[in-house]
């Protein structure tokens, strides 16, 4: 393509048109005729890679910055590179999800849950439908490898391209709080937003819940959205939904225009009645918590939106027997396990409010076994631990990506938070603390594992080790 079709909209230029075949924003795979975006970040500046990537084949470059290179490169200047290079990466490829219904969906828990609902619904409503998330790439239900919850521009959109070679007419993707801050998404504006809900996490980066909130906002903009679905139970939630520019539909557990009522938990999963604008309907899933009504009627507003037959919705969600990870159930010799990856202060309670449902229900007790992921926000890890204490009978601590800190570091900031709790035991081996937890649960307890869900490997150090809580499950 030519360099200057793809020009973003704010910029400066410094050299000749370029025929380029390849964009990168990493200089480990720059090619021939390619163009480089300088991109910084924490530990390094792209801009002094520029000469590297010139030698490798880069013709043109991106950069805040004009650099000292030879006159044959093209040089083009922007006010922010990480911006510049998603508005680029979207032309290079065509614009693909232009003709798309594209539903962005946001939110501290249940991004992967909802999308994974909308697939479902979609698919069934007759939609070619992709899905770009924490697990992954789905084009028509087929799994496509993918990095990151929302992956950098230039895997995005080449992505897209994928779907949209595949016929896909509509894409459902999650948009991390990160990705919103490093305008990783600013190529695409979504005809849907979805703002599951704000609580807790990532404040080892955004420092204040504030900021936090407030990258999440720049989704529900009239420059990133059309519509807004937002789930307003926590008071930041509702001032986004005070303060966007673009017409908001608002949800909530139990009041306002769009509620849950006469919600039930059972063995078989939930039950509950949709309150939209004062019509009711009465819905059946396998999933369990009360989370899922909540995620299930983003879905069901959807539905509405786009004027889908409320029934073939209702079937699509009676389907969904689970999302991979997403508080799976595991029987073992009368011992129910949850696999979920609750990582979050919220997520841990919600997980733990319906493990104890699913505890009562069968008539036995309930057993957590968490940890905290290392270089990651430390101060939820407190917290985390008294909500473990407070909501489940017993606890057993462990590790959980510890990453480059010491897991017993970690563990002890847990127990910062409990010192007058006696419900809990420490046991580090992630595996050996599963067993534990085995050998202290009687027929009908439950064994809430918090924290990895479907992940397949233990980061240590850098090096992701293999490692499944499921398959760990699967060997005792």
């Keep these: 393509m030519e360099l200057f079709k793809m020009r973003p909209k704010d910029y400066m230029i410094y050299g000749n048109n370029k025929e380029i075949s390849q964009i990168s924003n990493d ?117 496509v490898k993918s990095n990151l919850t929302t992956p950098d521009p230039i895997e995005f959109f080449s992505l897209l391209a994928k779907m949209k070679e595949e016929g896909v007419n509509c894409v459902c993707f999650e948009a991390s709080a990160h990705a919103l801050s490093l305008h990783k998404l600013d190529g695409i504006k979504s005809d849907i937003a979805i703002l599951t809900n704000i609580s807790q996490d990532h404040l080892d980066y955004f420092k204040t819940m504030e900021n936090y909130a407030n990258a999440k906002a720049k989704l529900f903009s009239n420059k990133m959205t059309s519509i807004g679905i937002i789930n307003t139970d926590s008071p930041l939630a509702n001032e986004i939904a005070d303060n966007c520019n673009v017409p908001v539909i608002r949800l909530s557990a139990d009041h306002g225009n769009v509620f849950i009522e006469d919600f039930k938990q059972t063995n078989s999963g939930i039950s509950f009645v949709s309150n939209i604008y004062g019509k009711k309907d009465r819905y059946n899933m396998k999933l369990n918590g009360h989370f899922n009504a909540l995620n299930a009627l983003n879905v069901l507003v959807i539905g509405q939106i786009l004027e889908i037959n409320k029934n073939v919705v209702k079937t699509a969600l009676s389907e969904v027997k689970e999302i991979p990870g997403r508080f799976n159930r595991i029987v073992k010799n009368g011992v129910n396990f949850i696999v979920d990856f609750a990582h979050t202060p919220e997520a841990i309670l919600n997980s733990l409010n319906a493990s104890r449902e699913l505890a009562d229900n069968c008539g036995g007790k309930l057993i957590c076994v968490f940890g905290c992921g290392g270089n990651r926000d430390a101060t939820k890890r407190s917290i985390m631990g008294k909500i473990a204490c407070d909501n489940a009978d017993k606890v057993i601590i462990t590790s959980d990506n510890p990453r480059n800190e010491d897991p017993m570091e970690i563990i002890n900031n847990i127990k910062s938070g409990i010192t007058e709790y006696t419900n809990y035991v420490i046991e580090p081996n992630r595996a050996k603390a599963i067993k534990l937890a085995y050998d202290q649960a009687n027929a009908n307890d439950v064994i809430a594992v918090l924290g990895k869900g479907c992940e397949n490997y233990f980061e240590v150090k850098g090096e992701k080790l293999p490692y499944s809580d499921s398959e760990e499950i699967g060997k005792i």
């Design 27 to 143: 200089t480990r795979n720059i090619k021939p005729n390619s163009l480089y975006f300088c991109i910084k970040g924490e530990n390094f500046n792209g801009e002094e890679l520029a000469s590297e990537a010139v030698k490798k084949g880069s013709v043109a470059i991106v950069s805040e910055n004009k650099l000292n290179l030879d006159k044959s490169v093209t040089q083009i200047i922007v006010p922010c590179a990480r911006s510049a290079m998603s508005e680029m990466a979207n032309k290079f490829y065509g614009d693909p999800a232009k003709d798309m219904l594209k539903i962005a969906v946001t939110g501290t828990n249940g991004k992967t849950t909802t999308t994974m609902l909308l697939n479902n619904a979609l698919t069934k409503a007759g939609f070619k439908v992709g899905v770009i998330g924490t697990n992954g790439t789905l084009i028509n239900n087929k799994s």
